[in-house]
């Protein structure tokens, strides 16, 4: 069974801070996907890293796949109460059966 | 236009009955899913269903039953419902795009099923 493993399970920060979560697995993955879920909502896609080292930035967030393509890091620069949610990352086998982590559960004070 | 749509919204039924939930998508996918999501947030696959091919989380009880009348449907059928499965369930759909090697999914709001 693949797993993967989110840290911090929880994180609350004041307005204006940074932060990164990450996601590990002894498991390689074909992609890895981050998605945010907001409290009575179904999550929506973030972005999709494909390559070993990639980088991908999504405004004030930016997203990074490991070089082996087992892990992964969401880091958001200067974090606004906007940004309060649960983030997933979810990996890709190549097949169509996503495994998602257990999710950080992000809150920004103002 | 809601992409992925689900019904009900919220579910509360008493133990041992059955009950189904209905999901649609009109993205034009390939690829449907079931997933549950537990009280700790924990979000785990219970089906996928794509061109007639249904497979299947071996941990998943065979209470559980997915139907797809077309590519645009999934209902998910649970049979004798019991006090553990209350929990969020999701559908979700995705496009198979082999060339970037990635299913991204896009998911439904949601049905919290209460069984009491």
């Known amino acids: 069974t693949q797993l993967l493993e989110q840290s911090p399970q929880f994180l609350s920060i004041q307005e204006g801070e940074n932060l990164t979560v990450y996601c590990n697995s002894s498991?390689?993955?074909?992609?890895l996907q981050w998605y945010r879920q907001e409290p009575g909502e179904g999550p929506v896609l973030l972005v999709t890293v494909v390559t070993g080292g990639e980088v991908k930035k999504l405004k004030r967030l930016t997203f990074q796949f490991g070089d082996a393509r087992k892990d992964s890091s969401l880091h958001i620069t200067a974090a606004q109460p906007g940004d309060t949610g649960l983030y997933l990352c979810?990996?890709?086998?190549?097949?169509?059966?996503?495994?998602f982590g257990g999710g950080t559960r992000l809150m920004v004070k103002p | 236009d809601t992409a992925v749509s689900q019904t009900p919204k919220y579910l509360v039924t008493q133990m041992g009955n059955d009950k189904s939930i209905k999901c649609e998508q009109n993205?034009?996918?390939?690829?449907m899913y079931w997933y549950k999501q537990d009280s700790k947030k924990f979000l785990k696959i219970m089906f996928s269903y794509n061109n007639k091919e249904l497979i299947i989380n071996e941990t998943v009880p065979n209470r559980f039953s997915p139907k797809s009348p077309d590519k645009a449907h999934l209902n998910l059928h649970i049979n004798s419902l019991e006090l553990g499965d209350s929990a969020v369930y999701f559908c979700a759909s995705s496009q198979d795009d082999r060339d970037r090697s990635s299913y991204e999914q896009y998911f439904g709001p949601g049905t919290r099923l209460t069984v009491t």
């Open positions: 993205l034009g996918h390939d690829t």
């Open positions: 979810a990996g890709d086998n190549a097949g169509n059966m996503l495994t």
């Open positions: 498991s390689v993955f074909s992609s």
